[in-house]
């Protein structure tokens, strides 16, 4: 995100699009991999595909309507808890 956010000059919305296009594309042949070994487990990996849908989508929805200082907020917003909880303050 920081390299297309920085380099390509792209804002947050635009950037953010092309990452979860990325994680598509390699998404499917992980599925793939793991499903035909049979190391799915489907009710809990369709629950969280479901979860993630309806996440991403309402996500989407809300970055097109806020915009990039909404997400721009929420993005330093997350890396302040993970420092904290990765530090342990």
């Not at 969280?48 to 996500?59: E, F, K, R, V």
Request: hydrophobic content about 60%; overall charge positive; proline content about 1%.
């Amino acid at each position: 995100m920081a390299s297309l956010n920085y380099l390509m000059k792209f804002n947050l919305v635009v950037t953010n699009m092309h990452k979860v296009f990325i994680v598509f594309i390699y998404t499917i042949p992980a599925v793939l991999i793991f499903a035909i070994t049979d190391n799915v487990n489907w009710v809990f990996g369709l629950s969280l595909g479901i979860g993630s849908a309806l996440g991403g989508w309402w996500g989407a929805k809300f970055s097109v309507k806020k915009g990039e200082k909404f997400i721009r907020f929420i993005l330093i917003t997350a890396i302040l808890i993970m420092a904290v909880k990765m530090f342990g303050f």
